[in-house]
């Protein structure tokens, strides 16, 4: 396959950034994306030009790291893949290919196609977690969890904290990653009593790393590599709205 | 040249002697402490955020002490144990099945072929269970039956049910209940994070661990950290070989940085090749994946009879397939462990009946196991696995035989520790797939979790208290003359890597570099083999040095820069590994000598000259380095030879 490839090249935070194009001849189609920005970026390194940065890690889904928009959808073409799982058979020869970096704004440009996702991050320090201290644990079948809650928890649990979902959104907004947390933990009896102060500190905190709010498009988990569902904004919205109330004696305060 | 020199036996001083049940618990009580007030004075570095490294920095931060944590990826929660698919192993005897951590510790050495330390495999057995209570009390969603108890599978080398799983993500989830509780120590203030920060060398001075210089991946700024002790918990090597299961930021260059500056390296040689991986496809490939063990209860691994054979597998009739590892081990058929189905994988390959467009394949046929269970019981046990299959190949596993390789999945040596996780050098402590303890010449399934976390959470915060208690050590500044030295050198290696301005790729010298390590130090080993591979190492490295060419400049985000140091790095290793290979000319787990085998052609041990770890000292780049050897003395499991036939 011959492929044209417009990429997104910023040279860094300061540089306004611009679209180049790069031919890419003989494209296996077994190759998967990011191999073939490997084959790219051998080229341009013989050429002497600046390879193409990318995040990218695992390569089988499951870091998280790799994320670019490809022809205007993030993780590309194929439902809930990842960048390093979309193989190039999904291409046809001759193709001209759109490559963006995620955009938002709490996920500024750091070169090229990598951004700075710290604002995740923040969001879990902020009470994405159990209070567990090593040492302090019950024997682990001191508690029961009812298999339908263990099996959600873990749906929501199986983010892989990516970005797509900011990327997608027209806001911005974070919220299916912070209601995917928000969900896994409240669902678990030993994420009950920190279930009001979880909600408030993670909301809050993705507010201040200037994500968007929801306006329930659903973009997000159109786009979402592991299908975390539209569902748990709603129940981070109920776990929200009753933890303001119970603060502050009204809702959504 | 000589290959090697010997060097004084080294002993590990640290494991009380005595009752092996008690061994921990005499060692916890005669550990000194550091008092809550004192540890807010102390300041512990920690490279990686693993399972290792993420639980270690975690649990230190509870304690008080003042922790950095230091990792290459863009956050904590991508290092690599996350992508751990089957299970962490735990002696809690639910099932009532027999087990107990007497069993999972004699399994564990057995399993390990008799390589490893009965000391630390006894402490990790008993440490098991706590693994379970802590992770659970976290959150991770471990799999549950319908009346809401934990629930438990097989897994190789092992006659109990003693395995504890999150789906086929067992590694993410635990992963993410360490970097959970690491993010509330950073929100708390107590752990400082430093993610896309890579440490380039290890500080000594006055003979103890002092700090680490690292470079801002973004910035490109060097710096040097200081600390009262320093952990390496950076994992694996398996990426000197280019085509691996691990992630490509994988690299051996906080360890081998360590080594370089007087830390012994243990059974470098000791490398776990797994048999289900989706094959190569191409001079493109990156890296490999796994396909689990799981797939080999229900599918027939086979190749056609005539070597050359190129018909599409469905036309192949029955009686011209020879479904080889039923035929070579009656007994245990496809079921053999992960080594024996490696190497008979590899040896009809190399007879010239392997299949796919590279020939480097096998097939695993699920026609069988459909025809008699039907196609939706198959899907339930294996759909995600099926639907994996099929996005990476582009094959219908349903309706075509998988094909399968093995490749590179962990290594079993690392640096070496004592019975504190602490390395040759004081205040250098090694925990996780860094350090070379627990498993061996060969790791069992479900093993590597269970020993990152019990390193972390639970040994290390232990042992290190007794060093620590001899701190705060005097302060350090950049002036001081081995801190500038450590510096300076990192950023001479960086700007002659820039330097360089060849002809050829990193990738390019990587990929070469793999080619000969898979060849000669891969799933089997010859005299012949390895001392071909040495030269051709070494001239490569030569080359690397001469003509690698490296864009750009050091003063931001330069990928190929990281990558360049990392190759630099593993060609070093890729010696060291080869000549650990050439000397233990014993077979031993994941080590095959050609030279060392029965009349029927399975591994030979040579318990009489080589029960022994094999732990190396560096003395220069081309120096023959020097060989310490720890005696291991097993007094509660008595070696057997190991059989499936």
Known sequence: ??????????????????????????????????????????????????????????????????????????????????????????????????????????FPVVKDLVVDRTAFDQIIAAGGYITAPAGSAPEAHAQLVRKSDADAAFESAACIGCGACVAACPNGSAMLFTAAKVTHLSLLPQGQPERSTRVV??????????????????????????????????RLNRDYLKATRDRDGAPGT | MELFTH???????????????????????????????????????????????????????????????????????????????????????????????????????????????????????????????????????????YGGLLDTRSFGGAQVQ???????????????????????QIGLGRVEMYSRHEMLELIVVDGRARGIVVRDLVSGEITTEYADAVVLASGGYGNVFYLSTNAKGCNVTATWRAHRKGALFANPCYTQIHPTCIPVSGDHQSKLTLMSESLRNDGRVWVPQRAGDDRPPREIPEDERDYFLERMYPSFGNLVPRDIASRAAKGVCDSGRGVGATGLGVYLDFADAIGR???????????????????????????????????????????????????????????????????????????????????????????????????????????????????NDVADRLARLLACNGDRTVDS????????????????????????????IRSLREQFWQRVRVPGDGEGLNQALEKAGRVADFFE???????????????????????????????????????????????????????????????YVHPTQRSYK
């Open chain 1, 1 to 106: 396959m011959n492929l044209t490839l417009r990429i997104w090249r910023q040279s860094g935070p300061d540089d306004p950034g611009r679209m180049v194009s790069y031919p890419v001849p003989d494209v296996s189609p077994d190759m998967s994306f990011l191999e073939m920005l490997d084959v790219l970026n051998e080229r341009l390194t013989l050429d002497g030009e600046e390879p193409v940065a990318f995040d990218h890690d695992c390569r089988e889904g499951i870091c998280g790291a790799c994320g670019m928009v490809i022809n205007g959808v993030a993780h590309g073409p194929e439902r809930a893949t990842t960048a390093c799982q979309l193989h190039m058979r999904h291409f046809s020869d001759g193709q001209t290919i759109d490559i963006e970096p995620w955009r938002a704004r709490a």
């Open chain 2, 373 to 487: 269970l039907g196609r939706s019981t198959i899907a339930d046990r294996y759909g995600n696995l099926f639907e994996m299959y099929q996005r990476i190949t582009g094959e219908d596993p349903y309706e075509v035989p998988m094909r399968i390789y093995p490749a590179v999945h962990y290594t079993m040596g690392g640096l070496w520790v004592d019975y504190d996780l602490e390395s040759t050098i004081p205040g250098l402590f090694v925990i996780g797939e860094a350090n070379f303890s627990d498993h061996g010449a060969n790791r069992l399934g479900a093993s590597a979790l269970m020993q990152g976390l019990a390193d972390g959470y639970f040994v290390l915060p232990s042992t290190i208290a007794d060093y620590l208690s001899a701190g705060p050590f005097e302060p350090l500044t950049d002036d001081h003359p081995e801190v500038a030295a450590a510096r």
């Open chain 2, 162 to 184: 003693r395995t504890f799983y999150a789906r086929g993500q067992t590694g993410q989830q635990l992963l993410l209940g360490a970097y959970q509780a690491l993010e509330r």
């Open chain 2, 7 to 145: 060097g004084e036996p080294i002993a590990d001083t640290k494991a009380p002697d005595g009752p092996i049940e008690t061994r921990w618990q005499r060692r916890r009580f005669g550990a000194k402490l550091v008092n809550p007030a004192n540890r807010r004075k102390l300041t512990v570095i920690v490279v990686g955020t693993g399972l290792a490294g993420g639980s270690a920095a975690a649990t230190l931060g509870e304690l008080g002490y003042r922790v950095k944590s230091y990792c290459y990826q863009d956050s904590p929660r991508r290092a690599h144990s996350i992508a751990a698919q089957g299970g962490i192993n735990a002696a809690k005897n639910y099932r009532n099945d027999g087990d107990s951590i007497q069993r999972l510790f004699y399994d564990t050495v057995k399993g390990g072929d008799f390589r490893s330390r009965e000391s630390n495999v006894r402490r990790l057995a008993e440490v098991s269970v706590e693994i379970i209570d802590q992770a659970v009390a976290q959150g991770v969603p471990f799999a549950r039956e």
């Open chain 2, 509 to 536: 010298f990587h990929r070469e570099l793999g080619q000969i390590m898979w060849d000669h130090c891969g799933m089997e080993r010859s005299d012949t083999g390895l001392r071909k591979a040495l030269a051709e």
């Open chain 2, 573 to 635: 290793l890729a010696e060291l590994m080869c000549v650990d290979a050439l000397h233990r000319t014993e077979s031993a787990g994941g080590h095959f000598r050609a030279e060392s085998q029965t009349p029927d052609g399975e591994a030979q041990r040579d318990d009489d000259r080589f029960s022994y770890v094999a732990a190396w000292e560096f003395t220069g780049a081309d120096r023959p380095p020097v060989l310490h050897k720890e005696d291991l003395d097993f007094e």
């Open chain 1, 201 to 234: 500190g993670m909301v809050d905190a993705h507010d201040a790393a200037g994500f968007g709010g929801c306006t329930n498009i659903g973009e997000c988990t159109a786009v979402c590599p592991k299908g975390i569902p539209l569902t748990s904004i709603g």
